[in-house]
């Protein structure tokens, strides 16, 4: 079964609002998560490393002000897309590392479409 | 970012037909990871791999760790329909972030 949870699992909104996404490790504690987008027919893009109890760590290029993540527990992550824009619609994915192993995995992804 | 070089782009084959796909890059890594993606869905790991030269099965998939650390593949043998799907490798350098560099991707389609 799956064993990070990933929520919604697709969401419409208008642009201009906020949407925020839940990852969440089921059984076991992740002290590091991870945020990906995934455009149509492209490969996996990572966004930022989910540090629990710090500051995220975002990859070049990727605006820490309008992806907003909080990792307030080990076992929660949430990515806040802020003031969407249609240009922001994607497929985004979470992973979760089990510690003292170094394997991600993954969460079924939230499909966001902004209007 | 940084993506590593994964082919074929896409195989289109018969039920029963062995599939060979692989991933290079110009990067060592420590592991090699191979996952699978349906539509719609995150990517599921198939099989890891942790040392150079390591050679691992996992049901019908083998999956190998390059000598050079910069390079693995991914076997699957007698496909059946519900191998299709999108298959990535992965790369991991390590340390402290344990980040993930992924492959392209190698679209399968498998005809009954």
Same mark, same amino acid.
């Not at chain 1, 527990?73 to 249609?86: E, F, G, Q, R, Y």
């Not at chain 2, 990067?27 to 150079?52: C, H, M, R």
């Given at each position: 079964?799956?064993?990070?949870?990933?929520?919604?699992?697709?969401?419409?909104?208008?642009?201009?609002?906020?949407?925020?996404?839940?990852?969440?490790?089921?059984?076991?504690?992740?002290?590091?998560?991870?945020?990906?987008?995934? =455009?149509?027919?492209? /490969?996996?893009?990572?966004?930022? +490393?989910?540090?629990?109890?710090?500051? *995220?760590?975002?990859?070049?290029? &990727?605006?820490?002000?309008?992806?907003?993540?909080?990792?307030?527990?080990?076992?929660?992550?949430?990515?806040?897309?802020?003031?969407?824009?249609?240009?922001?619609?994607? =497929?985004?994915?979470? /992973?979760?590392?089990?510690?003292? +192993?170094?394997?991600?995995?993954?969460? *079924?992804?939230?499909?966001?479409? &902004?209007? | 970012?940084?993506?590593?070089?994964?082919?074929?782009?896409?195989?289109?084959?018969?039920?029963?037909?062995?599939?060979?796909?692989?991933?290079?890059?110009?990067?060592?890594?420590?592991?090699?990871?191979?996952?699978?993606?349906?539509?719609?869905?995150?990517?599921?790991?198939?099989?890891?791999?942790?040392?150079?030269?390591?050679?691992?099965?996992?049901?019908?998939?083998?999956?190998?760790?390059?000598?050079?650390?910069?390079?693995?593949?991914?076997?699957?043998?007698?496909?059946?329909?519900?191998?299709?799907?999108?298959?990535?490798?992965?790369?991991?350098?390590?340390?402290?972030?344990?980040?993930?560099?992924?492959?392209?991707?190698?679209?399968?389609?498998?005809?009954?």
């Amino acid at each position: 079964g799956a064993v990070v949870s990933q929520h919604p699992s697709r969401v419409i909104c208008k642009s201009g609002t906020s949407v925020k996404i839940e990852c969440r490790s089921l059984d076991f504690q992740a002290t590091t998560m991870f945020w990906y987008r995934q =455009f149509p027919k492209q /490969s996996l893009m990572l966004m930022a +490393t989910s540090n629990e109890g710090s500051k *995220a760590t975002y990859e070049q290029g &990727v605006e820490k002000d309008k992806f907003l993540i909080n990792h307030a527990s080990l076992t929660l992550s949430t990515l806040t897309v802020t003031s969407a824009h249609p240009e922001d619609s994607s =497929f985004y994915i979470c /992973s979760a590392t089990r510690q003292g +192993t170094g394997i991600q995995y993954f969460g *079924a992804g939230t499909r966001l479409s &902004v209007l | 970012g940084q993506q590593l070089n994964q082919s074929p782009q896409s195989m289109f084959i018969q039920e029963g037909e062995d599939v060979s796909m692989n991933c290079t890059s110009s990067s060592i890594f420590n592991t090699w990871l191979w996952y699978k993606q349906d539509p719609g869905e995150g990517p599921v790991l198939l099989i890891a791999l942790y040392k150079a030269g390591e050679l691992t099965s996992n049901g019908r998939l083998t999956a190998q760790f390059g000598i050079t650390r910069k390079d693995s593949f991914l076997n699957i043998s007698a496909s059946i329909p519900s191998d299709v799907g999108i298959y990535f490798c992965a790369g991991q350098s390590g340390g402290a972030t344990n980040k993930l560099i992924f492959g392209t991707g190698t679209l399968l389609a498998v005809q009954p």
